[in-house]
């Protein structure tokens, strides 16, 4: 009975410390109230300066958080600089020459060290400026969790795997979503994403030039800036919503609907497939696609976080400590 009782009392607190590790390890929109209480007006306020300094900053902050959570999770190792004896993501062919906004994060980073050193991760910084970024540029706002730790390393490989690309059909787009656990709503509702920002010539170049399902005035406005070659005006620029640009609204799922949706992997999305309804319903009822985008994103956001005593919080968001 004695040997029955003390194993009882190891299962109990085997079973406590699995308790209290789950509860801390859950992020929370309130982790740096006590901190760094000034967290969300440093972000906040840097990231309205880059947006009104260059309205691109704020698609490019947006998607330099969908490319970090989608590897390994979000937990800042696209920010990190390759060195001669470390290779991070920056050049995966998702991201090279692509990816853009890094010294946003790093003047934040910077005004966060001062304020509260030590204390802040780039995961973190990275997932607040993303929200601020669309609702700066006219979308919605939402609670961000917090308490993600930074990563001390990075994957070129996954990075060049579980992206997906501009030329992914809608069975690709599902599926590396699904690999995240994002569904078919998450991954149509997180692609308004390109309602905001530009693509460059030499990812929209073969929907231009071979794909079918693209209107034709559309097809020859778009010509003119990239040339059919490769390697001719291959960074060219295009903005991804025909409409606004730099508005963050439902005009892009409006604009599948007439098939002038820039990127092959968007008109995807409207091509007689099960991504057709959603894409209708978010193109004339704005609040429906607002409510799954910000839902979208909490989702993406909780992608195996590195928390507790995982990882680090780095000095400098290119480097490891």
Not at 111 to 116: M, S, T, Y
Not at 118 to 146: E, F, H, M, N, Q
Not at 253 to 263: E, H, V
Not at 302 to 309: A, C, F, K, V
Request: with cysteine.
């Amino acid at each position: 009975m004695a040997e029955y009782n003390s194993i009882s009392k190891v299962i109990t607190i085997l079973f406590l410390l699995f308790l209290l590790e789950s509860s801390s390890g859950q992020l929370d929109p309130n982790y740096y109230y006590s901190s760094c209480p000034q967290i969300s007006d440093i972000v906040k306020t840097t990231v309205e300066s880059a947006i009104a300094n260059d309205a691109r900053f704020g698609a490019s902050l947006l998607r330099l958080f969908f490319h970090d959570c989608f590897v390994n999770g979000c937990d800042g190792s696209v920010l990190l600089d390759d060195t001669p004896t470390f290779t991070g993501e920056k050049t995966a062919n998702p991201n090279k020459g692509s990816l853009r906004s890094f010294e946003v994060i790093d003047r934040i980073k910077h005004a966060v060290e001062e304020a509260c050193p030590g204390v802040v991760s780039c995961a973190d910084i990275l997932t607040i400026a993303a929200r601020d970024s669309v609702v700066t540029l006219g979308g919605p706002y939402w609670d961000v969790k917090l308490g993600r730790r930074d990563s001390k390393g990075a994957s070129l490989s996954k990075a060049n795997k579980d992206l997906p690309a501009p030329t992914s059909s809608l069975s690709t787009l599902t599926s590396k979503f699904a690999a995240q656990g994002l569904s078919l709503k998450d991954m149509i509702a997180l692609s308004g994403a390109h309602t905001i920002g530009k693509a460059r010539c030499v990812n929209f170049r073969s929907h231009i030039y071979q794909d079918s399902n693209i209107n034709g005035f559309f097809t020859n406005f778009r010509q003119s800036v990239c040339p059919p070659a490769n390697g001719t005006g291959d960074n060219n620029l295009a903005p991804l919503d025909l409409q606004t640009e730099t508005g963050f609204d439902n005009s892009y799922f409006q604009n599948l609907i007439t098939f002038n949706g820039l990127l092959h992997s968007d008109q995807e999305l409207f091509n007689g497939g099960p991504a057709d309804s959603q894409v209708l319903l978010y193109s004339t009822w704005q609040d429906s696609f607002f409510e799954d985008f910000v839902e979208g994103m909490i989702k993406m956001g909780d992608i195996r976080p590195l928390t507790r005593s995982k990882g680090e919080i780095r000095k400098n968001c290119r480097k490891i400590n």
